[in-house]
């Protein structure tokens, strides 16, 4: 399933910034939003933040990449 179409979550980013790096693939598990986040993003120069259900993708100059989400929301499933 891909992420971006849990019902419960928004996610705004340019897609230019977006579209010039690969599909990745996240190992089938239990895990939050910001452990994905944080996979898929590794070694990119692209950053996030999480408020709430809204999640703000955007180019990053800095690392590691920030996450003020209140809690940790768990996803269960295979991400493609």
């Known amino acids: 399933i891909n ?3 849990q019902p419960s979550f928004l ?3 340019p897609s230019d910034l977006v579209d010039q790096y690969d599909d990745v693939s996240v190992p089938k598990g239990r895990r939050s939003v ?3 986040l944080q996979f898929v993003m590794n070694g990119s120069r692209l950053g996030y ?3 709430g259900e809204t999640v703000s993708i955007f180019e990053s100059r800095k690392k590691p990449i920030k996450d ?5 929301t768990k996803i269960e499933n295979t991400f493609i």
Not at 68 to 72: K, L, Q, T
């Open 3 to 5: 992420i971006e179409k």
């Open 11 to 13: 996610f705004v980013f």
């Open 34 to 36: 910001r452990d994905v």
């Open 49 to 51: 933040l999480q408020s």
């Open 68 to 72: 003020n989400a209140d809690e940790e």
